[in-house]
Structure formats: C-alpha cells, structure tokens
C-alpha cells in the first residue's frame, strides 16, 4: 500500500448531482448510483489502475474492480458518491472489508493516511508497526496466500534473479547493464504493481545498493536512476 494523491473530482460529479444521486440511493439502497461509467473510470484511475489497499493491477487476469466505500454506504448514506470516500479496490479485500466501519475499527485510508507510518514490507509479506496496521492487514485481507502473498513472492524473487543476471553485463556493456538496471528500478515505482514490497527488497538488496556504488564510482548516476530511486523510496515500507 502506498499513499496517494487524491486527484480533482470528476468534473461530471456536480454538488448538484451528487446531491441527486444521494436522495436517489436513501429511496432506494439498491440503487447503485456509484456505478456510472464516469465515477468508474474516475475512480480506477486514482491508484493508477491498482486496488488502493493491495496494489494489484485491477482488470487484468480476472481480478475485477469493485469500488470500496471507505465509509460504508449504509451506514453514510451521505459519503455514497462523495469524491474522496470512493476507492479502487480489488474484489477480494472488497469482500473482506464487508460493512467494516473506519469510526468503529480505525484503518488506512491511503488518500489521506500515509501506509508506511503503519505497515512493512519483507519479501512480499506485509507486517504491522500497530494497531492500525494490524486493522488494516486483518481487514482487507493484505496477506492472502492465493490472491496477494504468492504473485508478491513470485515478482519479487523474479525481480532478485533479474538483479543476478545483469551482473555480466556491467564489464560487457556498461550502457546496456545501466538500462536493464533502470527496468528493473521501475517496477518498485508508483504505478508498478505491488509497489510499496518490490521498492522495499530492492532498496534493501545487496546486490542494487552495490550496483548503486560501482555506477557512481564512473559518474553514471544519472538524473533518471536519481528519480527512480526518490519514486522507489516514496513507494517502499521498511520496517
């Protein structure tokens, strides 16, 4: 989980209209009015297409969005289309989080909280500093084997055999190791999936921060690996 930036309200979302779409929902709960095509794509747009509590890349491989009332939408009827209450969240910690209410059992909300205050990361395991991590793990679900715990691991043991093979390259092709270097960096980035645990191992891995050594030691540290590691460091959760 990484924070994120909230961005300005969809321009269609009107106080008039969110006025409107709240009395229609108070006549009739059923009504999902939350559900327009442009709070859609707005909202799935806010975590760069990524469950704002997981970080799973949303729409890809079955794994559907659904759109998590941070405060639920019984008890607030209020917040139902409130620009700010609505988040992208993968369907599994969706259903996890259920009618969990935030006033009641204090969670991370990443729009306005920032997750590493509360969480870390440790080879695709999120772990808890307090309470309101351990609510926020427990409540959405954050180390589900099947769907979270294991594509995490896989990536990020990936990404570790991907920091071995590049070895070579640095007396082969310096250029070519420093681009291959810059991939890998990216994948720890904002709108990489799992963000916050791959930016954290790689940050950590003895064989980047030595990589990181030998390419400043030939003035190679460049604007670019500059900005990839400030986005790798903003997204990581060490303990």
């Not at 009618?99 to 395991?125: C, M, Q, R, W």
């Not at 715990?149 to 043991?157: A, N, Q, W």
Request: with cysteine.
């Amino acid at each position: 989980m990484i924070k994120i930036q909230l961005p300005e309200r969809p321009s269609k979302l009107t106080k008039e209209l969110e006025l409107e779409l709240v009395e229609r929902f108070k006549r009739d709960t059923n009504d999902c009015v939350w559900k327009a095509k442009f709070i859609k794509d707005a909202v799935f747009d806010i975590a760069f297409g990524k469950c704002a509590y997981s970080e799973t890349k949303l729409k890809e491989e079955g794994k559907d969005m659904q759109i998590d009332h941070f405060y639920p939408k019984l008890a607030y009827k209020e917040k139902v289309v409130e620009w700010g209450n609505l988040l992208p969240s993968l369907n599994v910690c969706n259903r996890h989080k259920g009618d969990t209410d935030p006033a009641s059992v204090a969670l991370i909300n990443p729009l306005f909280d920032d997750p590493k205050e509360h969480l870390y990361a440790n080879n695709g395991f999120i772990g808890y500093k307090d309470e309101i991590g351990r609510n926020t793990i427990d409540t959405f679900d954050l180390n589900n084997q099947s769907y979270l715990f294991i594509p995490r691991s896989l990536l990020i043991k990936e990404i570790g055999d991907s920091l071995i093979d590049i070895e070579p390259w640095f007396e082969i092709d310096i250029s070519r190791f420093v681009i291959r270097l810059k991939q890998i960096m990216s994948k720890g980035t904002q709108k990489a999936a799992y963000s916050a645990a791959v930016s954290t191992f790689i940050l950590e891995n003895k064989k980047y921060v030595g990589y990181k050594e030998l390419i400043k030691k030939k003035l190679l540290w460049d604007d670019e690996l500059c900005d990839l590691e400030r986005n790798m460091e903003f997204c990581s959760m060490r303990k």
